[in-house]
Every structure is written in C-alpha cells, then in structure tokens.
C-alpha cells in the first residue's frame, strides 16, 4: 500500500471517529429529552450506547496503531 493510500486510510479513520463523537453527542441529547417519560429504558439504551461508542473508539485507535506501524520512520528500514 502507497504512502499516500495509507495517507486517506487514516484520515477516513480520523473523519469516521469525529463523526461517531458528534453523533454521540446528538444521541446522548435525544436519550436525555425523553428521559422524564422512560427513564430506566433511555438508561439501559444509554448504557448500550456508551459501549458501543467506546469499542468503536478503541478499534478505531487500534486500526490506526496498526496502520502507522505500517509506515516507515524516515531514517530506518
């Protein structure tokens, strides 16, 4: 894979994970409006949310670990 092909990966990486933390945010938000009317079903869904939101968090971070590794450091072969 080019440099500049591993170049897009991440930043596709970097665009996917800001866009699941504003959609988080979003998510969080609505969950909290209805809250008043379903508390302890809003709280398990939040609950669901929270660790979905944070697997993907750190797959992402593994993925981008993993491709950087893949990149050579200028100066080392």
Do not use: C, F, W
């Amino acid at each position: 894979m080019s440099e500049e092909r591993l170049k897009l990966a991440i930043g596709r990486l970097e665009n996917a994970l800001s866009r699941a933390e504003s959609n988080r945010d979003a998510i969080v938000q609505t969950l909290n409006s209805y809250a008043v009317r379903e508390t302890a079903h809003l709280d398990e869904n939040h609950r669901d949310l929270e660790k979905k939101y944070e697997l993907l968090k750190k797959q992402v971070a593994e993925t981008v670990s993993a491709i950087e590794s893949l990149i050579p450091v200028r100066g080392q072969n």
